[in-house]
């Protein structure tokens, strides 16, 4: 659960599909909307100003799109969660976003009490993605060639277990605790993992742990 009310900040160009999520959010008593935004310029000085624990952006607006939003608050040093909110399921627009450190990727078709529940999720440190889109992630990841097993990568034990953490859901902060180690090292040891594996984000990295690391041990 959410310890508590979470600041959340929204960035779309579609007034009607801001107020209907701010209803939803309003609903749950965990979000408190600290600012929205019709464009991405007024979004990043917003997100700057009042440094919310949450960001919902939109991916394709009139002025840029969300991708440039969603580099420039992971550019800074906020530790704003940034999840996309879009009509978009291209393979390319999920990939591209995760890989410039999106926390997630709603669709929004999706039903509200599933809206609401991805997005406390978020909150609470998972990646979430719809549904309908896990394929399409694995499809693309499949294209490239990686490493099969975490020897041929490289990985050392503990890099390997951090990895399997993530691959179960959990943030860095959790993570550091659960290993009693700090989460400042938990991140070096991402970036390592990332590095060895060839990829760019840690959703991608619990997608590879997923479908070569944790089936191999149950299948």
Same mark, same amino acid.
């Given at each position: 659960?959410?310890? !508590? %009310? ?34 991405? %310029? ?47 399921? %291209? ?26 529940? !991805? ?8 990646v979430m993605i719809s549904d309908a889109l896990t394929h399409l992630l694995a499809a693309a990841l499949r294209k490239g060639r990686r490493?099969?097993? !975490? ?19 959990? !943030?860095?902060?959790?993570?550091g605790k659960e290993l009693d180690i700090a989460e400042g090292t938990v991140k070096v040891h991402v970036k390592h993992i990332l590095r060895k594996l060839g990829l760019r984000s840690r959703v ?16």
């Amino acid at each position: 659960m959410i310890p !508590s %009310q979470q600041n959340v900040v929204i960035v779309d160009d579609h007034p009607l599909f801001r107020r209907g999520l701010i209803q939803l959010l309003d609903a749950t008593g965990l979000f408190r909307l600290t600012g929205e935004a019709a464009n991405g %310029q007024d979004g990043i000085e917003l997100v700057k100003r009042v440094r919310p624990d949450l960001l919902l952006l939109d991916l394709n607006m009139k002025d840029m799109s969300g991708i440039e939003v969603l580099k420039a608050i992971k550019a800074t040093d906020l530790d704003t969660r940034v999840v996309m909110v879009t009509v978009s399921d %291209q393979a390319e627009d999920l990939v591209t976003a995760l890989r410039h450190g999106a926390d997630g990727y709603l669709l929004k078709d999706m039903e509200p009490e599933q809206m609401v529940e !991805s997005i406390e999720a978020a909150a609470n440190g998972r990646v979430m993605i719809s549904d309908a889109l896990t394929h399409l992630l694995a499809a693309a990841l499949r294209k490239g060639r990686r490493p099969d097993t !975490s020897g041929e990568a490289g990985l050392t034990e503990q890099e390997t277990r951090i990895l399997e953490l993530i691959a179960g859901g959990l !943030s860095n902060k959790v993570i550091g605790k659960e290993l009693d180690i700090a989460e400042g090292t938990v991140k070096v040891h991402v970036k390592h993992i990332l590095r060895k594996l060839g990829l760019r984000s840690r959703v991608e990295a619990a997608v590879w742990a997923v479908e070569r690391l944790l089936k191999g041990r149950t299948g």
